[in-house]
């Protein structure tokens, strides 16, 4: 059961650089996920905005949502490119390639590089490190892109929970407890199943909960990055060199070994022969 590795900040906690400038804050009640205690008790908590170490007192157990809400969540994400046990997720960009790179590097160069750096962020989003395929203990490692363009993120349950089959077992056992017409015995055990849908539709719910507000802030970061030219550094850095050979090669007059040289003094026939020259007078 891992409810106790849902964490909230009591307070917004603050992130600087090497140079002590504050460069982003986690905001308070931010929902993350606890992913890792050293031998020291020094803690590793993944939010949406970074990882961070905060001190056990600057947090406090994430509420858990109403089943009902709960429930309502895992439906609004098993949307129409999922199977039973499967969410999905939005990851169609809406940010693009700053027109000065595509004026420099070309369509072609400039989407291709566009296209790679989105792959990379994602396989690091879902798996490098504390991805999201190993802070949530359920999900399987396999995940894929789908509809027309890739703008789906899909994820599986490793074990192929149905939030409707969670709903109805929930409901039956809530049901059967109120009519108070079984054994002790027989009490026990309904309760039991209760409280183990209960546990697996809030495990789902938080976990779905918490990779939509990473999925929602990812965006937004690597929607940023993909519009500034450091994006493409590596292509106009390359582009760059590729016109100053061009411009080498067609600049007239040039000796590898001595340099610029005067253009030779040519004609109206724009020949140096002599015999050419004679040819043109007397044309």
């Known amino acids: 059961m891992t409810l106790?590795?849902?964490?909230?900040?009591?307070?917004?906690?603050?992130?600087?650089?090497q140079h002590g400038k504050l460069v982003q804050s986690v905001p308070a009640e931010q929902l993350g996920r606890i992913a890792d205690v050293d031998e020291t008790g020094?803690?590793?908590v993944c939010f949406p905005q970074a990882h961070i170490s905060p001190k056990i007192t600057d947090l406090?157990?994430?509420?858990?949502?109403?089943?009902?809400l709960a429930l309502n969540l895992l439906r609004e994400f098993q949307g129409?490119?999922?199977?039973?046990?499967?969410y999905q997720f939005d990851i169609k960009m809406r940010h693009f390639p700053p027109q000065s790179v595509l004026d420099k590097c070309g369509h072609e160069e400039t989407w291709d590089e566009y296209h790679?750096?989105?792959?990379?962020?994602l396989e690091h989003f879902m798996g490098e490190d504390f991805g999201m395929t190993r802070l949530i203990d359920w999900m399987e490692t396999k995940w894929w892109q789908a509809g027309r363009s890739g703008g789906w993120l899909v994820i599986q349950d490793e074990r192929q929970r149905d939030w409707e089959d969670l709903k109805a077992t929930y409901e039956e056992n809530s049901e059967e407890l109120e009519a108070k017409q079984t054994t002790l015995s027989d009490r026990n055990y309904v309760r039991d199943c209760r409280t183990e849908a209960y546990n697996d539709i809030m495990e789902l719910?938080?976990?779905?909960?918490?990779?939509?507000?990473?999925v929602?802030?990812?965006?937004?970061?690597?929607?940023?990055y993909v519009e500034s030219e450091e994006a493409y550094q590596s292509i106009l850095e390359r582009c760059a060199e590729e016109?100053?050979?061009?411009?080498?090669?067609?600049?007239?007059?040039?000796?590898?070994?001595?340099g610029f040289q005067r253009e030779p003094d040519l004609d109206r026939c724009g020949s140096e022969s002599e015999d050419a020259r004679s040819a043109c007078a007397v044309s």
């Open 42 to 44: 020094e803690l590793l």
């Open 80 to 86: 129409h490119h999922c199977k039973s046990g499967q």
């Open 60 to 68: 406090l157990p994430a509420p858990l949502p109403d089943v009902g």
């Open 4 to 17: 106790n590795r849902w964490v909230v900040l009591k307070h917004s906690y603050p992130i600087r650089d």
């Open 243 to 258: 016109d100053e050979d061009e411009d080498d090669e067609a600049t007239p007059g040039w000796d590898s070994d001595e």
């Open 205 to 214: 719910a938080m976990a779905i909960r918490f990779m939509g507000e990473c």
């Open 216 to 224: 929602r802030i990812a965006k937004h970061q690597v929607g940023e």
């Open 116 to 121: 790679e750096l989105l792959r990379n962020d």
